[in-house]
Nanobody
């Protein structure tokens, strides 16, 4: 059983920053592929960023250059630094994990409960 718990969400003005955290528990955590996803009301869940066990990263076009994903294996933690936030970034943000490579929602078996991010204009 893999348990993921997100934190760090909140309300911020456009142009501001937030740092999301995800604490993961599970044997051999460092071997997991990790990702951040988000879902706005009435929209499908979409990928935001992912990071491989080796530290390789990838981002969606909408957040590239503004968001940064990182991991600290010693702390069993995943982070998403979000800068230059826009109202369209408003969504519930989820962290996800899997032992297999992949980038889509269907590729991740383990999910956190989500943390809300609201960006006002």
């Amino acid at each position: 059983q893999v348990q993921l718990v997100e934190s760090g969400g909140g309300s911020v003005q456009a142009g501001g920053s937030l740092r999301l955290s995800c604490t993961a528990s599970g044997y051999s955590y460092s071997s997991y592929y990790m990702g951040w996803f988000r879902q706005a009301p009435g929209k499908e869940r979409e990928g935001v960023a992912r990071i491989t066990p080796g530290g390789g990263t990838a981002y969606s076009n909408s957040v590239r250059g503004r968001f940064s994903i990182s991991r600290d294996n010693a702390k069993n933690a995943l982070y998403l630094q979000m800068n230059s936030l826009k109202p369209e970034d408003t969504a519930m943000y989820y962290c996800a994990a899997d032992t297999r490579p992949g980038v889509g929602v269907a590729d991740f078996r383990y999910w956190g409960q989500g943390t809300q991010v609201t960006v006002s204009s």
